[in-house]
């Protein structure tokens, strides 16, 4: 298994509060990416990272921001939580070597904003 | 654009029946494709992946065949079991191999 891990594992905020979710590595990998998963929707990706200080934007980037001070942190911040942004949020990562490489998943953060 | 499509759930086998999950995708070029596993509670696992045409992914009994003259990458698997109840996801990465595409997931449940 692809050495990944998610903090915390779960959270419960009240709307308006910051949140910030950390995913860390330990592959020495590239790319990372988080993505949120709702009934309906599958996977949406919100940003993305292709190396120290590199991020862009996903699909549902709103309201989140990101950071990577290091190559094995990638967190993510939602300024002032919704009750839109309850969800699992799933960390990932890839080598970023080219079109054979696969992308590997932490476990989740299921989050409950109230 | 890139895209999958992936057929609706919930599907619900009894034990030992052929399983069929259809996928179909929209991609420049010739992508890598892929089918993950997420059992309850956790994250997706790689369950299988192709990487050119006609190339078949398999592993713990399920496979899956890189069909570009129709873009398809259904998952099969001749005996299903208990333990394969899960959501499967059908994805695909563009060429440069750094952006993922999923569907939306089929929920797979196998009685007893």
């Known amino acids: 298994d692809a050495g990944i891990t998610q903090s915390p594992r779960h959270k419960v905020t009240e709307t308006g509060t910051p949140v910030t979710l950390r995913c860390h590595q330990t592959e020495n990998h590239r790319y990372m990416y988080w993505y949120r ?3 309906g929707h599958g996977l949406r990706l919100i940003h993305y990272s292709y190396g120290v200080k590199d991020t862009d934007k ?3 980037s709103d309201g989140y921001s990101v950071s990577r001070s290091k190559t094995e942190d990638f967190l993510l911040t939602l300024e002032s939580a919704t009750s839109s942004q309850t969800s699992v949020y799933f960390c990932a990562i890839s080598g970023g070597g080219g079109s054979q490489e696969t992308q590997y998943f932490g476990p989740g953060t299921r989050l409950l904003v109230l | 654009g890139n895209s999958v499509t992936q057929m609706e ?9 052929f399983l069929t999950i259809n996928c179909t995708y929209t991609a420049t070029g010739y992508p890598s494709l892929f089918w993950y596993v997420q ?9 299988l992946k192709a990487t050119k ?4 992914g398999s592993n713990k009994g399920f496979e899956a065949t890189y069909r570009k003259e129709t873009t398809s990458f259904h998952l099969e698997k001749g005996s299903v079991q208990v333990s394969d109840s899960a959501v499967y996801f059908c994805a695909l990465s563009d060429l440069t191999g750094n ?3 999923f569907g939306t997931g089929t929920s797979l449940t196998v009685i007893p």
């Open chain 2, 39 to 47: 059992y309850p509670g956790e994250g997706l696992q790689l369950l």
């Open chain 1, 58 to 60: 996903g699909e549902v």
């Open chain 2, 99 to 101: 952006q993922f595409y």
């Open chain 1, 37 to 39: 998963q709702d009934p």
């Open chain 2, 9 to 17: 759930g919930p599907v619900t086998l009894s034990e030992e029946a």
């Open chain 2, 53 to 56: 045409a006609d190339d078949k």
